[in-house]
C-alpha cells in the first residue's frame, strides 16, 4: 500500500474529545474537515473535527 503523499487523520469528538476515527487523506488538502460521526462515549452523532 502506497503511504506516499497520505496521511492519516484523527478525527476526535468536539464534545467529550474522545479520538473515534482514523482515515488516510491526500496531503494536498490543508483545510480541517467537520464531520458529523457517531461517538460512543457521548451515544450519539457528534461533530468530529481532526486532530493531529
Ligand atoms: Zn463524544
Redesign the pocket.
Known sequence: MAVKNRVIITLS?T??K?RNYHYARGKKKDKKLEVNKF?P??RKH?KHKETK
Open positions: 469528538c464534545t467529550c474522545n461517538c462515549k457521548c457528534t
